[in-house]
């Protein structure tokens, strides 16, 4: 099912000339509303909106990074000098964690508010939801911006129920009682959902989910994550993913299932660059690189080429659910890069590598540095839990488990198999690495 086919299915082409003259008009508004880009882009010797050039010409003007816009709300409170209306026009306020410091405020007009909802139903549309299916929401709806995705249901059409995180045991009683068909959560709740409910005597297949849709971190569309999902609840397992402070659902996956369909048309203008450099990668089949957003309707807080720190891989390969490139899929973030004497390493990278070793390994893993910051000496600590219904290390697996990694990865690992369970579980959230116990002797 497609909600918007005109759009979803439009060629590329198309819609580049369309993004390209509401780029010019989002450009003017900046140096007219904006004093963040209007200095921003002074310092870079753009004097105008008609000195920014074309949308073809993005990448000579400079990024915009999360730190510039934390630094300016500290500056000029609460929004920032980056706000491009009225205060009084702001309907919704978000903010982020402020796990690094302050929290950052993300503000919306009605429009950006209906913009978010738009994409919101696109995605899930796409993932299989459908007008009146009961769906069970595994996201809080405050303060955080996920909150927003209720608005995007209810687009759809679906019969909402805001479970939330913090009691499982209420959200299984709901679904059961109110016969949910489906179900939105990060991946990492999917999992708990699982365990919790095998703790209990409960058969996850008994909820007679018919579809999972998983966002808020990578891990859905994570091969060995997305089996043990969908045969735990018998559902078909799909993704979606978005920024904050960009929108929701910029990107969600259909029937077909290789890979996040683009799902921002018209309002957001993508791009793919080198991380290490900063320059423009050509939209081409199995590309890697991070992705740079550009807002193209935003009102309140409106953003020129935003640094997403999501490291993705392209799929140019024709869809046959007709809707039109790229497809991505997401392989990590920056903010979890490791480098190991000089290799890159995405924690994630590492779940490919233990796909090999099923069913004797389950697919929670964590890697557990020896020193705090992203330079890391080897060989790289990693604990791994073994498969529920595995009692006892199977002999010469970590001998090997190490070899694959260093062949594959390029990197020198100290594997630890542990039980299963061993691992901590969290409702929201997996931490791939846990710093706690750098430092301590010994380790």
């Avoid at 979803?8 to 000339?17: G, V």
């Avoid at 290490?276 to 991070?290: F, K, N, Q, S, V």
């Avoid at 990590?332 to 000089?342: F, H, P």
């Avoid at 630890?416 to 929201?428: A, D, F, K, S």
């Amino acid at each position: 099912m497609i909600y918007a086919p005109e759009i979803e299915t439009r060629l590329t082409e198309e819609q580049f000339r369309i993004d390209s003259a509401q780029y010019l008009r989002q450009v003017e508004t900046l140096f007219e509303r904006s004093g963040f880009y209007r200095r921003k882009l002074h310092d870079a010797g753009i004097r105008n909106a008609a000195a920014a050039g074309a949308l073809s010409d993005l990448h000579r003007l400079p990024f915009t990074e999360k730190d510039e816009l934390r630094r300016t709300q500290v500056e000029h409170p609460p929004f920032g000098e980056h706000l491009a209306c009225d205060p009084a026009d702001l309907v919704r306020v978000y903010s982020t964690s402020g796990t690094t410091g302050m929290p950052c405020f993300i503000g919306l007009t009605r429009n950006d508010l209906d913009m978010y909802a738009t994409n919101v139903a696109r995605g899930y549309t796409a993932a299989g939801f459908t007008p009146g299916q009961r769906i069970a929401v595994g996201v809080n709806a405050g303060p955080f911006v996920a909150g927003a995705i209720y608005a995007g249901f209810d687009r759809i059409g679906c019969t909402t129920i805001p479970a939330g995180t913090g009691n499982t045991e209420r959200m299984v009683a709901a679904m059961r009682a109110l016969h949910a068909t489906g179900i939105a959560c990060t991946p990492s709740f999917g999992l708990y959902l699982a365990d919790w409910c095998h703790e209990r005597g409960i058969d996850t297949r008994g909820l007679r989910l018919r579809n999972m849709v998983t966002a808020g971190e990578p891990g859905g569309g994570d091969p060995q994550i997305r089996v043990r999902l969908e045969q735990a609840f018998g559902c078909q397992v799909r993704e979606c993913m978005g920024v904050g402070d960009i929108s929701l659902t910029v990107w969600g996956e259909d029937a077909d299932g290789n890979g996040m369909n683009f799902m921002a048309r018209e309002f957001v203008h993508v791009e793919l660059i080198d991380p290490a450099t900063g320059r423009p990668i050509p939209w081409e089949d199995d590309a890697h690189g991070e992705l740079v957003y550009t807002a193209l309707k935003r009102e309140a807080m409106p953003l020129l080429r935003f640094r997403s720190r999501d490291h993705v891989v392209v799929n140019l390969q024709p869809n046959p659910t007709g809707r039109t490139g790229p497809r991505i899929r997401c392989i990590g973030r920056t903010d979890d890069m490791l480098i190991v004497r000089g290799v890159n390493l995405f924690p994630s990278a590492l779940r490919g590598v233990l796909r090999d070793f099923a069913p004797d390994v389950g697919e929670m893993f964590q890697i557990q540095p020896r020193a705090r910051g992203v330079a890391q000496s080897p060989p790289l600590p990693v604990v791994v839990e073994l498969a529920r219904n595995v009692a006892r290390e199977p002999e010469g697996m970590r001998q090997r488990m190490n070899a694959a990694i260093r062949a594959r990865l390029l990197v020198t690992a100290e594997v630890e198999l542990v039980p299963y369970g061993t691992l901590p579980r969290g409702e929201y959230k997996t931490q791939l690495v846990d710093y706690s116990r750098a430092g301590e002797p010994g380790h």
